[in-house]
């Protein structure tokens, strides 16, 4: 170094005045060499620059309501629709009270009103004794009463399984729906005997299988519900009178009396003296003598198989025409003796009566 030239002052590369950061050094532009080594020596470190806080994305806006103060001040327009929104807010109508257990359920169609008096029939069910004691005595409260046996004042049938049975035809002609026996428990929960809906039909899906393939035919399904709405919608024996040979026994002759009335038919004991009419339906068996056929189909329009009855029971719809018994006329001896049985057989029905 010459004389006359100013001493630096230098630090030591490892001290912390070196380390300046670009905008340090940007705030010396225009003092020369001589002021940038200077600043470099003789000024301290500033502190590192904190970073600048991110501003957090907030949700979107949803509407009037999230616009500030301020811009509704500044903007007349907003302030009155803001307003209106919250007026419109304050008015809206409360939510409707959920409905009470005593209220209709959606469980369907209904099948059948709540009766006046209840007669609930059972067939063929294993229900628990406390159910079962807290069941009747709710519908011997309402007048009624559950009974194992049929009557023509049945409003119920409580089953488990889809049969061909007695009860179970005479309730499918009268349009009494059959039941699950899980409706006892809703008549105890209730405190009453309710409405009748889709989801309390008795539901079983091997027994209509059954009844399809037996008496529709494999191409059709068998639905109860479309059996009961026939029945509602007119009786299947309405307008007819009906006899049954008394050589028949596949059901016992008062059971039959209770099918024929309770599908609207009028009961006969005897055949009628007139002539042939056509309101008059004759069953028999496969098995019925010729002669008795023959002696029936003079006094009716044709003689039918007792399954036409039993099947038409089931599904509501008469058939007669696959059922219709050939008719040969016997010869003298067998035309005497029948008369003779069919006149012992009258006489011990009127002793019985």
Same mark, same amino acid.
């Given at each position: 170094?010459?004389?006359?030239e100013p001493t630096?002052?230098l630090?030591?590369?490892?001290?912390?005045a070196?380390?300046?950061?670009?905008?340090?050094?940007?705030n010396?532009?225009?003092?020369?060499?001589?002021?940038?080594?200077v600043?470099?020596?003789?000024?301290?470190?500033?502190?590192?620059a904190?970073?600048?806080?991110?501003k957090?994305?907030?949700?979107?806006?949803?509407?009037?309501?999230?616009?500030?103060d301020?811009?509704?001040?500044?903007?007349?327009?907003?302030r =009155?629709? !803001?307003?209106?929104?919250?007026l419109?807010a !304050?008015?809206?109508?409360?939510?409707?009270?959920?409905?009470?257990r005593?209220?209709?359920?959606?469980?369907?169609?209904i099948?059948?009103?709540p009766?006046?008096?209840?007669v609930?029939?059972?067939?063929?069910?294993?229900i628990e004794?406390?159910?079962?004691?807290?069941?009747?005595?709710?519908?011997?409260?309402?007048?009624?009463?559950?009974?194992?046996?049929?009557?023509?004042?049945?409003?119920h049938?409580v089953a488990?399984?889809?049969?061909?049975?007695f009860?179970?035809?005479?309730?499918l002609?009268?349009?009494?729906?059959?039941?699950?026996?899980?409706?006892?428990?809703?008549?105890v929960?209730e405190?009453?005997?309710?409405?009748?809906?889709?989801?309390?039909?008795?539901?079983?899906?091997?027994?209509?299988?059954i009844?399809?393939?037996?008496?529709l035919?494999?191409?059709?399904?068998?639905?109860?519900g479309?059996?009961?709405q026939?029945?509602?919608?007119?009786?299947?024996?309405?307008?007819?009178?009906?006899?049954?040979?008394p050589?028949?026994?596949?059901?016992e002759?008062p059971?039959?009396r209770?099918?024929? =009335?309770?599908?609207g038919?009028?009961?006969?004991?005897?055949?009628?003296?007139?002539?042939?009419?056509?309101s008059?339906?004759?069953?028999a068996?496969?098995?019925s003598?010729?002669?008795?056929?023959?002696?029936?189909?003079s006094?009716?329009a044709?003689?039918?198989?007792l399954?036409a009855?039993?099947?038409?029971a089931?599904?509501?719809?008469?058939?007669?025409?696959?059922?219709?018994?050939?008719v040969?006329r016997?010869?003298?001896a067998? =035309?005497?003796v029948?008369?003779?049985?069919?006149?012992?057989?009258?006489?011990?029905l009127?002793?019985?009566s």
């Amino acid at each position: 170094m010459g004389d006359g030239e100013p001493t630096l002052l230098l630090p030591d590369e490892d001290c912390p005045a070196t380390q300046l950061d670009e905008e340090d050094e940007t705030n010396d532009v225009g003092q020369g060499d001589y002021g940038k080594t200077v600043a470099k020596a003789t000024d301290f470190p500033s502190p590192p620059a904190t970073p600048k806080p991110r501003k957090r994305k907030g949700p979107p806006s949803t509407g009037l309501a999230d616009t500030p103060d301020k811009a509704c001040r500044r903007s007349p327009r907003l302030r =009155e629709l !803001q307003e209106l929104q919250e007026l419109q807010a !304050q008015q809206a109508p409360e939510p409707a009270p959920a409905p009470r257990r005593h209220q209709a359920s959606t469980g369907g169609p209904i099948v059948a009103a709540p009766p006046l008096r209840p007669v609930i029939a059972l067939s063929g069910v294993e229900i628990e004794a406390n159910l079962l004691n807290a069941g009747r005595r709710l519908v011997e409260s309402l007048g009624g009463e559950i009974t194992n046996t049929w009557t023509m004042q049945a409003t119920h049938l409580v089953a488990c399984r889809l049969r061909r049975t007695f009860k179970v035809m005479c309730a499918l002609c009268r349009g009494v729906p059959i039941v699950r026996p899980a409706f006892i428990k809703r008549c105890v929960q209730e405190a009453r005997v309710p409405e009748v809906r889709n989801q309390d039909l008795l539901r079983d899906i091997i027994g209509q299988q059954i009844f399809a393939k037996r008496f529709l035919g494999r191409s059709q399904s068998y639905s109860l519900g479309d059996v009961l709405q026939r029945a509602q919608d007119g009786p299947l024996l309405a307008n007819f009178c009906v006899y049954v040979l008394p050589e028949v026994t596949a059901m016992e002759r008062p059971k039959l009396r209770a099918l024929v =009335e309770a599908a609207g038919g009028q009961w006969r004991e005897e055949l009628p003296t007139a002539g042939s009419t056509g309101s008059l339906l004759v069953f028999a068996e496969a098995s019925s003598p010729a002669a008795s056929v023959a002696q029936a189909a003079s006094k009716a329009a044709g003689v039918y198989q007792l399954e036409a009855l039993l099947s038409a029971a089931c599904t509501q719809d008469l058939r007669l025409q696959a059922f219709q018994m050939p008719v040969r006329r016997p010869s003298r001896a067998a =035309e005497k003796v029948y008369v003779v049985g069919w006149r012992r057989t009258s006489e011990e029905l009127s002793l019985g009566s």
